[in-house]
């Protein structure tokens, strides 16, 4: 069975040492929440202040989910067709995605990492026992990759169609939710789209209804991609490298590493909410409070992007700030 390393704590001295010169001056206090990832990362990276990331990453995990493809009466569950899933990995590779293009701008290398797809677990388990330790351990080799080669800022991203679904079913079953509480509009999808959701749900909620262990409910319900995001964040965390993270079934994956290896979310801050009910568990599982608004429901990290740059910015303010307090305690 997986073995998930333990997770060091980040440097509270650090932190409160970048809270407390923020706090001695009316400038520092008058920038509000945009301290907060600041003071975060000082303690991530044991530094006061922090610096801005050296070599950021987006890693986005593409995978498709058997659930795509269910139907009720006729109709899906997604505003996309199943086969999205390619055309939109596609379009990410030759860097014409929403996700890819800012990436590009604001100088966050990319990579994909494709995942074995899932089977439809309201009708059979979404992998095999062997193939949830196949994923597991390529989510972990790629966060090792990418910090072996420098990496010091992980932004991981999902790519599948049906990924609300799959991250409102674990959700549900990880916290006893009920599914039409659960279940969310996804890609903007119609009431007769929700219905089949909600059918789907609950079918594959049933195949779980023994179900405890966080891994156990992984392969009967989760499946490749959500286990290789799940290695990855763990890993990330282990080797204490901070992620930032936007989406439903992103977040369901750290709550996945959480009770995996416990401490994992001090390496995590989330970047936005969605109109998915399983993200708003997942984040309060968690105790994280996201850095924006924006509902954003394109997936591939492109959350996370737009909350890497207000990151950007609350870093350069608060660098400047602290300096001139530490200046000013030692003028010599």
């Known amino acids: 069975m997986a073995q998930f390393e333990s997770v060091p704590v980040p440097d509270a001295q650090a932190a409160d040492a970048t809270a407390l010169a923020l706090g001695s001056t009316p400038l520092g206090v008058s920038l509000g929440t945009v301290n907060a990832p600041a003071v975060w990362l000082s303690a991530c990276q044991g530094e006061v202040p922090a610096h801005a990331p050296r070599r950021p990453r987006l890693v986005v995990f593409v995978g498709e989910n058997g659930i795509a493809t269910r139907q009720r009466d006729g109709v899906g569950l997604s505003a996309f067709a199943p086969e999205a899933t390619a055309q939109q990995a596609q379009q990410l590779a030759d860097g014409l995605s929403p996700a890819a293009v800012l990436a590009g701008r604001l100088g966050v290398g990319l990579r994909t990492v494709d995942c074995p797809p899932a089977a439809a677990i309201d009708v059979e388990n ?17 966060a090792d990759e990418e910090i072996d080669a420098g990496t010091d800022f992980l932004i991981p991203g999902d790519l599948g169609v049906g990924s609300t679904t799959v991250a409102a079913v674990v959700m549900a079953r990880l916290t006893g939710t009920e599914p039409v509480v659960i279940v969310g509009p996804g890609s903007g999808i119609t009431d007769e789209a929700w219905k089949t959701k909600v059918a789907v749900l609950r079918d594959a909620l049933f195949r779980t209804r023994n179900l405890s262990d966080p891994l156990e409910i992984l392969q009967v319900s989760g499946g490749p991609t959500l286990a290789a995001l799940t290695g990855f964040i763990g890993r990330a965390a282990a080797r204490r490298t901070p992620l930032l993270i936007d989406s439903p079934l992103l977040t369901v994956a750290a709550v996945l590493a959480e009770r995996l290896a416990p401490g994992t979310r001090r390496w995590i801050y ?33 959350g996370s992007l737009f909350a890497y740059q207000l990151l950007a910015a609350s870093l350069e303010l608060v660098a400047d700030e602290v300096a001139a307090v530490q200046a000013a305690a030692d003028p010599a």
């Open 270 to 302: 989330a970047a936005n909410t969605s109109r998915e009910p399983a993200h708003t568990l997942a984040l309060q599982d968690l105790g994280l409070t996201p850095l924006l608004n924006t509902l954003t429901t394109t997936g591939q990290g492109l």
């Open 126 to 142: 979404a992998c095999t026992p062997e193939g949830l330790e196949e994923a597991l351990a390529l989510g972990a080799r790629a």
